[in-house]
């Protein structure tokens, strides 16, 4: 594992409102700019070396504690620094086009997800949607199969928290298996049809669309890991966000404060694609 | 208005457009700012080196406005930009 003595902080603090651990150093080595390194407090430590990604964790973690980390911001901040812009949003497939659902931590991205999910719709991604551009337009790359909720998520809608497998065992974080009988995940790269952003909660639900500026700055908002990115990366990263705002519809999404009534989010979408 | 001023778009200010409109980031605080699709003209016109008088007489000849309403859209429009340091 390559050391990484004299470097640079490049951000310290939140990684991720959803991360496990909420402060974390990343570095760029001065010998070697384009090694990386990310200390999380729990003592894992990943370092991202040209194509390789190194990592190294503490003896109570576990390998679901690292495979968390690595497929989530390290991943992430992999596709970022290659130049792949990705949101932190959920994906799911409607009419053979991808619908990204983005949001804040807690707002229903994953919930949403499994609600679609539950009616037989293909998934695409959950939490990093790595979105790349084609002849055709901008494509959806697939996460891995799995959706990941809390427990009084999985509780409401699977009758008991325990009804879905911990992430980890040491976390409280349950997943849906994608690959189990029931449920479709998407194999290959999606056609983005759209982009929904979770922005608040009320008791009736509502959509609006967004246009020009205030849907690039709303998309902005949910660009992942881009407070580690450098100036050029953030200036790549707003070309790729105003192209994206220019090609896609973006709608603003406004879900009921209520866990029982999820599936109306789903029912608001499939109504303002008609 | 003073027509003469020429506004000096601060460095680490990044610009780019979206449909008529724009998006800037201030990349030293960090922070993203929407401008209209008039605030987008007059960022890209002082962005090519014109005084604020010329500015104004330029958006005369594109919009139905009044002078005096656009004068005074201009002043504001600066001094919120002057005030959040994307202009100098």
């Known amino acids: 594992m390559p050391t990484l003595d004299a470097s640079d902080v490049i951000h310290e603090g939140a990684l991720d409102p959803e991360s496990r651990v909420a402060v974390v150093v990343i570095r760029r080595t001065r010998s070697a700019p384009h090694a990386y390194g990310i200390d999380y407090k729990d003592g894992t430590r990943f370092v991202l070396d040209g194509d390789d990604v190194w990592c190294s964790w503490a003896a109570d973690s576990t390998p679901e504690d690292t495979a968390t980390y690595l497929l989530g911001p390290v991943l992430a901040y992999v596709l970022r620094l290659r130049g792949t812009l990705a949101l932190h949003a959920s994906g799911v497939c409607l009419d053979g086009k991808a619908y990204l659902i983005a949001g804040n931590a807690g707002m229903g991205k994953s919930t949403t997800a499994t609600q679609f999910a539950a009616r037989g719709v293909d998934i695409v991604t959950d939490d990093v949607a790595p979105l790349v551009w084609r002849d055709s337009g901008a494509f959806v790359l697939p996460g891995y199969p799995r959706l990941r909720l809390w427990g009084d998520v999985a509780a409401s809608m699977f009758g008991a928290a325990d009804a879905l497998p911990l992430l980890t065992p040491t976390w409280a974080k349950r997943f849906v298996d994608l690959t189990a009988d029931g449920y479709r995940f998407a194999t290959g790269a999606v056609p983005l049809g759209g982009i929904f952003v979770l922005a608040g909660r009320a008791a009736t639900p509502s959509v609006r669309t967004l246009h020009g500026h205030e849907a690039a700055i709303a998309l902005l908002r949910h660009a992942s890991m881009t407070h580690a990115l450098d100036a050029s990366m953030r200036e790549r990263e707003l070309t790729q966000v105003t192209e994206l705002a220019s090609a896609v519809p973006v709608r603003e999404l406004t879900a009921p404060d209520d866990l029982e009534r999820a599936g109306e989010v789903c029912d608001l979408i499939v109504e303002s694609l008609r | ?88």
């Open chain 2, 1 to 88: 208005m003073n027509r003469e001023r020429t506004l000096r778009l601060s460095e680490g200010v990044i610009a780019k457009t979206v449909g008529e409109e724009l998006v800037l980031l201030d990349y030293g605080a960090g922070v993203y700012y929407g401008l209209d699709a008039i605030g987008g003209r007059i960022w890209q016109l002082a962005s090519e080196g014109k005084p604020l008088g010329a500015i104004v007489d330029t958006l005369l000849e594109e919009y139905d406005v009044t002078r005096e309403t656009l004068e005074a859209d201009v002043e504001a429009l600066v001094g919120d930009l002057t005030e959040r340091g994307l202009v100098r």
